[in-house]
C-alpha cells in the first residue's frame, strides 16, 4: 500500500448524509461498482430546507450544492477492495463547486469558517494513494468539481458558512446539528446468507447494524465480494442513520452466475467499518 500523500486528483467517491443548499442541486451519484439494482440501499437522512445562500456580488461566478456530512470516507485501500477512512475525533463537510465561464478561481480560495474557526480544502493524512468511492472529479480551477474540509467531530458554533470569491454558503441548522455530534460506536451482528445456492439465483445478504454509543450518529461501511468468478470486487458504500441505541436490518440481494461452467464455486461477502469486520461464505453450484 503506497505511503505518499494523497493528490487533490485524488478526492473522488465521497459520501454521506446529504443536504441539498440551492433548488435543482446535483443528486448524490453511486459508486461505478454499485452492482446490482436489486440492493437495497439505505436511505440518507437528511433536510433541504434550512440552509440558506447569500451572494455578496451579482451575479455570482460560483455556487456550491450538494453539501454532504459523513464521519468516514468510503475509498479504494488496493486496486480491488474499498475500505472506511477517518479517524473517530474527525468528520468531512464535502461541497460540490459549479463555475458559471471557463475556469474559476483556486483551491485556496476556498474555506469553511464556523465561528472564528477556519479549515481549508484537505484530506485526511491516513488516506492511501488510491482513488476514493466514486464521485467524478475534484475541483481544481475550471468549472466544477469537489472540495473536502476535514473538521472536528464534534465541531459547534451558531454560523458555519463555506466561503468562496463572489458568493458565501451559510450551513443550516440540521447541518450545524449533525457537525456538533460527538463520535459513536456501532455493532454489526445477526449476519445471514444462504449456505448454497444454485447459479443465477438469488442470494440475500442480511444484518443487523446497531449504534451502540450514547449519541445519534451515522454508520458507514464498505461492502466487497469474493468469488464466483472474481478474485476480490469493490461492490458499495453502506450508510444507516441511527439514533443511540437503535438498530436497524440491513439488506443486500445479488444474483451470482456460473457462467456456464458445471463446478461449484465459493462466494464469499464482506462488510468492513472503522469498528470491526463480518463475512459470510455461499457456495454457488451449476444449476440442477
Given at each position: 500500500m503506497p505511503s505518499s500523500s494523497p493528490t487533490r486528483r485524488?478526492?473522488?467517491?465521497?459520501?454521506?448524509?446529504?443536504?441539498?443548499?440551492?433548488?435543482?442541486?446535483?443528486g448524490?451519484?453511486?459508486?461505478?461498482?454499485d452492482e446490482s439494482p436489486t440492493t437495497e440501499q439505505t436511505p440518507a437522512t437528511?433536510?433541504?430546507?434550512?440552509?440558506?445562500?447569500?451572494?455578496?456580488?451579482?451575479?455570482?461566478?460560483?455556487?456550491?450544492?450538494n453539501v454532504q456530512i459523513?464521519?468516514?470516507?468510503?475509498?479504494?485501500?488496493s486496486p480491488d477492495s474499498i475500505g472506511t477512512f477517518g479517524d473517530r475525533d474527525e468528520q468531512f463537510v464535502i461541497v460540490t463547486v459549479l463555475v458559471d465561464g471557463e475556469s474559476g478561481p483556486p483551491v485556496e480560495a476556498f474555506?469553511?469558517?464556523?465561528?472564528?474557526?477556519?479549515?481549508?480544502?484537505?484530506?485526511?493524512e491516513n488516506l492511501p494513494s488510491y482513488t476514493l468511492w466514486s464521485r467524478g472529479d475534484p475541483y481544481e480551477g475550471k468549472t466544477s468539481g469537489y472540495l473536502v474540509f476535514s473538521v472536528p467531530k464534534p465541531l459547534e458554533a451558531p454560523e458555519m458558512v463555506v466561503r468562496g470569491p463572489g458568493a458565501q454558503f451559510e450551513l443550516g441548522a440540521d447541518a450545524r446539528s449533525t457537525l456538533a455530534r460527538p463520535p459513536t460506536d456501532f455493532s454489526v451482528s445477526e449476519v445471514s446468507a444462504p449456505e448454497r445456492v444454485e447459479s443465477g439465483s438469488d442470494v440475500t445478504?442480511?444484518?443487523?447494524?446497531?449504534?451502540?454509543?450514547?449519541?445519534?450518529?451515522?454508520?458507514?461501511?464498505?461492502?466487497?465480494?469474493?468469488?464466483?468468478?472474481?478474485?476480490?470486487?469493490?461492490?458499495?458504500?453502506?450508510?444507516a442513520e441511527l439514533a443511540a441505541g437503535?438498530?436497524?436490518?440491513?439488506?443486500?440481494?445479488?444474483?451470482?452466475?456460473?457462467?456456464?461452467g458445471t463446478e461449484s464455486?465459493?462466494?464469499?461477502?464482506?462488510?468492513?467499518?472503522?469498528?470491526?469486520s463480518v463475512s459470510t461464505e455461499t457456495t454457488v453450484e451449476p444449476p440442477s
Open positions: 485524488e478526492l473522488l467517491g465521497l459520501g454521506g448524509t446529504t443536504l441539498a443548499l440551492l433548488t435543482g442541486c446535483l448524490t451519484p453511486t459508486g461505478p461498482g437528511g433536510t433541504t430546507d434550512d440552509t440558506t445562500t447569500t451572494t455578496t456580488s451579482e451575479p455570482a461566478d460560483v455556487t456550491v450544492s459523513t464521519p468516514e470516507f468510503v475509498a479504494l485501500d474555506e469553511l469558517s464556523a465561528d472564528g474557526q477556519t479549515f481549508d480544502p484537505t484530506l485526511p445478504l442480511t444484518a443487523t447494524i446497531t449504534n451502540t454509543g450514547s449519541e445519534a450518529g451515522t454508520f458507514v461501511g464498505a461492502f466487497n465480494r469474493s468469488g464466483p468468478l472474481v478474485a476480490y470486487t469493490p461492490v458499495k458504500r453502506v450508510e437503535e438498530s436497524t436490518t440491513w439488506t443486500y440481494s445479488y444474483i451470482p452466475s456460473l457462467d456456464g464455486r465459493p462466494m464469499s461477502l464482506y462488510l468492513n467499518w472503522r469498528g470491526g
